[in-house]
């Protein structure tokens, strides 16, 4: 990161004067019982875990904040009280063992360790538990170049890390040293800490060779851990190298580890579209394997990346508790003061004060993920859409939680509570029937007592440029404005003149409301409807957070910004009553997604002229002994919505070539998730191949982009009872499989909608 980024102020901590300590209380060690479940030793409850990972002690994430001038302890501070804002209870990163460790595995005790410690003991005072994932085998490089740091990962790699005798045996070493490590914060190693409850071998194992000895390698590495003293569960990754999913089940470990980004990843762009039949189910595929039955499952990253929607997140919670998952750590949430130019991690995306809709989103999703009783399913897309006291709208750009004494909603909701006099916890973005608001930021309210509540208000936030497209420390994708808007809160304990005090530090406002109303500014206020003292404040507010704090970021300032262009549009509108373009080789679209299997005998590639007519798209197939699937998908939602009137347009052209005779698969697809298509036959001649759009019959829905892991459905049933109508549309897809033994070599040049 460039020195020459200069903040006028990095960030207004405005809290912390806390009139208590906080010292959160575990519920102690975990067990596993007959049935693989996690359960709390002490009461036999089960235990569910539901949070993020977050990475400032180590390599880009500690780089990009000494470039920033910024303090790390500082920023952990800040963070982790966004985090307990969030409602979360689980924490989990893969620890970069490439810079506390040498190439015999020996424990250097370094910044980097002494910052994860310091972490730890903030998480815990907050309630937070956590999951150590000991060994990454990455570099420290990513978005930069990895440093040589002399370490066992960096001399030996991912892939013989887990082969060579010596790389096996630093592993071991440095397992045992680390875990005989004492925190200096809580003066405890990790083996007796209560709010460490897990630990997962390592991060994503590439294995190789014969399965025995994966085996070996996995019993290897647990009784090191083991020879610590450790006692609690001991998980191991089985989900991405699935055939040697047997060998790592035969170990001896408690329990498996899994990931789901079923929206794939590094689009280079926002994906645009109705995903939630990407997030419908998370399907397993290792139940034949006995000794895989009977474990504890837990999910140790999840994201859906390159997307800005605020209801996947509780739409994946539901789908991981049907699968019986008790644990579950989104990759990763953005540190404050980085999140201005998402520059950490470019497909991710997740910070309360930059994406406040869907910061809320998570919120939620850790309530459906803590409530869902473990195996229960609520049916499939569409009737997924409203389960328990949750609701999701993909045309609401929605997630909400409707209960007993909590109501959340990602943007504005028309839904009434459920009973709103007893509700205790309100947040939100946008407006709702308790509280109208014109600011762009998330806000909370959480009631302390009949007539008083506290209400924190984040500052606003506004898209600059897409997140998700290549990131600089010198370019803004969101911006933070700090504003007085407008806001109306009606509770029925609250009359309509209630008393706004301002609480956090240096907030000194103090005024009476006016029918419900009043300005507010970024921070925290107690409302009431008595003017108190100093004295009668109450000492907290609602679980961990005290009653004073307030962290929110000020806007930034680049000394030497890039040129930041506006965001391309995307789409071609050729005009009133001509033919509407959906893709032209010769401006290829932003919004376009490529499924190829065995993307090494694959590859596609646009090639252009100073002619628009010699411009095309080109797939090519290599010959494989198996069969292959391949396609693409673009999103056209914005096309047809800037094109008007689309009912006289009654004809799709295609426009396509194929060296082998082969039938391809086109398809339109609703923003209901609804596909229609029809088959066409492709030749050795480019031409346009005309089909009526009443040829489109409902069909199942290839799902796209692909997932990670790659092991999740291919299909969807969608829902046939729809009838097709062009307004409705926001995909095209192109689908084909092409036969063993053969080469293909596809060529598309036009894709339009015609009178």
Do not use: C
Request: aromatic share 12%; no cysteine; net charge neutral.
């Amino acid at each position: 990161m460039k020195k020459s980024l200069f903040l006028t102020v990095y960030v207004l901590f405005l809290g912390m004067i806390l009139p208590f300590t906080l010292k959160a209380q575990s519920e102690g060690d975990l067990t596993v019982d007959t049935k693989g479940i996690l359960r709390w030793k002490k009461t036999g409850t089960e235990a569910s875990f539901f949070g993020v990972n977050y990475t400032v002690p180590f390599a880009y994430g500690y780089r990009s904040h000494k470039a920033l001038g910024v303090n790390p302890e500082l920023a952990i501070d800040n963070d982790v009280y966004h985090m307990a804002r969030l409602g979360i209870n689980a924490f989990r990163v893969h620890v970069w063992d490439t810079e506390i460790s040498d190439v015999e595995g020996n424990l250097i005790n370094n910044e980097h360790l002494r910052l994860f410690d310091y972490l730890l003991s903030k998480l815990e005072e907050r309630g937070i538990h956590i999951l150590i994932t000991p060994i990454a085998f990455w570099g420290n490089g990513y978005p930069e170049k990895d440093e040589k740091t002399g370490s066992f990962s960096n001399v030996y790699g991912k892939e013989q890390s887990v082969v060579n005798e010596k790389a096996i045996q630093a592993q071991e070493r440095y397992l045992q040293q680390l875990f005989s490590h004492v925190n200096p914060y809580t003066k405890k190693t990790y083996g007796i800490d209560p709010f460490v409850v897990a630990a997962e071998l390592n991060n994503e194992p590439k294995h190789s060779g014969p399965k025995s000895l994966a085996t070996a390698y996995i019993n290897r590495l647990a009784v090191a851990l083991r020879s610590t003293g450790w006692t609690k569960p001991v998980f191991y990754n089985i989900s991405e190298s699935p055939r040697y999913a047997d060998a790592v089940a035969a170990a001896k470990v408690d329990g498996f580890s899994f990931q789901w980004y079923p929206i794939g990843l590094v689009a280079g762009h926002e994906q645009k579209g109705n995903f939630l039949p990407n997030v419908d189910r998370y399907v397993i595929p290792f139940d034949t394997i006995p000794a895989f039955l009977n474990k504890p499952r837990i999910i140790y990253e999840f994201d859906a990346a390159d997307v800005l929607q605020s209801f996947l997140y509780p739409a994946m919670a539901r789908s991981f508790r049907t699968a019986g998952f008790q644990w579950a750590t989104q990759f990763a949430y953005d540190p404050m003061a980085t999140a201005y130019a998402n520059t950490e991690y470019q497909t991710h995306y997740l910070n309360l004060a930059y994406t406040p809709s869907k910061a809320i989103s998570l919120l939620i999703a850790g309530e459906v993920f803590r409530t869902t009783p473990l195996f229960k399913s609520f049916g499939s897309y569409p009737a997924d859409t409203l389960f328990s006291d949750f609701r999701l709208s993909y045309k609401e750009n929605l997630s909400e939680m409707n209960g007993k004494k909590t109501f959340y909603y990602s943007n504005t909701t028309p839904t009434r509570p459920a009973n709103l006099k007893t509700l205790e916890h309100i947040a939100g973005v946008g407006s709702s029937v308790m509280v109208k608001y014109k600011g762009t930021g998330a806000y909370f309210l959480d009631k302390l007592a009949d007539g008083n509540w506290r209400l924190e208000v984040m500052p606003d936030v506004q898209r600059i440029s897409d997140p998700f497209a290549t990131a600089s420390p010198d370019k803004e994708v969101n911006k933070i404005r700090w504003a007085a808007n407008p806001i109306s809160i009606i509770l029925p304990d609250l009359n309509a003149a209630f008393y706004i005090l301002g609480l956090n530090k240096g907030n000194t406002f103090q005024a009476k409301a006016s029918k419900n109303s009043f300005l507010v500014t970024p921070g925290t206020y107690l409302l009431s409807d008595k003017q108190l003292n100093e004295k009668e404040l109450p000492l907290r507010s609602t679980g961990k957070i005290g009653l004073r704090e307030f962290v929110a970021p000020m806007p930034v300032v680049i000394k030497n910004p890039t040129i930041q262009k506006p965001d391309p549009d995307g789409f071609f509108f050729s005009g009133p009553g001509l033919p509407i373009v959906l893709f032209d080789a010769a401006k290829p679209p932003r919004n376009i997604n490529f499924y190829l299997e065995e993307w090494s005998k694959n590859s596609y590639a646009f090639t252009t002229a100073d002619q628009d007519k010699n411009a095309a798209l080109n797939i090519k197939h290599l010959a494989s002994p198996v069969k292959r699937n391949g396609g693409l998908e673009i999103y056209i939602g914005e096309i047809l919505r800037h094109a008007g009137d689309l009912t006289a347009y009654h004809y799709l052209v295609f426009t396509a070539s194929v060296n082998h005779g082969l039938n391809v698969h086109l398809s339109l697809i609703s923003g209901s998730a609804v596909s229609y298509s029809d088959i066409a036959k492709l030749d050795q001649q480019t031409k346009d191949i005309k089909i009526p759009l009443s040829a489109f019959k409902p069909s199942q829905l290839l799902l796209l982009p692909r997932p990670y892991p790659g092991f999740q459905p291919l299909y969807f049933k969608s829902d046939n009872s729809q009838p097709f109508q062009l307004q409705n549309i926001e995909k095209f897809q192109f689908s084909y499989e092409v036969k063993e033994n053969t080469e293909e070599a596809i060529t598309i040049k036009n894709i339009r909608l015609e009178k």
